[in-house]
């Protein structure tokens, strides 16, 4: 099983910036690919980007052009946020493709 450790999060005023970061336990190559989830508070978990061992990137479209997701180690994930809106608050997990078990996730907080 693989553990996972998201951090980064805060408070930050809309159309500010953040930069997420997922902590494998161990290497996540054997798996397809790995991504990003957002749980706005009393709404379910929802898709937000991923990134898969073939290279691509996909997201969702209420992220396109203003989220980012990336890699620099076979253990670390990224999710840089910009233009962050309102409904960007919540909690953001990582997982890898297919899903293992969740993490406690990091709390997003737009607000002014």
């Known amino acids: 099983q693989v553990q996972f450790v998201e951090s980064g999060g805060g408070l930050v005023q809309p159309g500010g910036s953040l930069t997420l970061s997922c902590a494998a336990s161990k290497s996540l190559d054997s798996f397809f690919g790995m991504a990003w989830y957002h749980q706005a508070p009393g709404k379910q978990r929802e898709f937000v980007a991923s990134?898969?061992?073939?290279?691509?990137r996909r997201y969702d479209d209420s992220v396109k052009g203003r989220f980012t997701v990336s890699s620099d180690n076979a253990n670390t994930m990224y999710l840089q946020m910009s233009g962050l809106k309102l409904e960007d608050t919540g909690l953001y997990f990582c997982?890898?493709?297919?899903?293992?078990?969740w993490g406690q996730g990091t709390q997003v907080t737009v607000s002014s």
């Open positions: 990134m898969h061992d073939d290279g691509s």
């Open positions: 997982n890898t493709i297919p899903k293992t078990d």
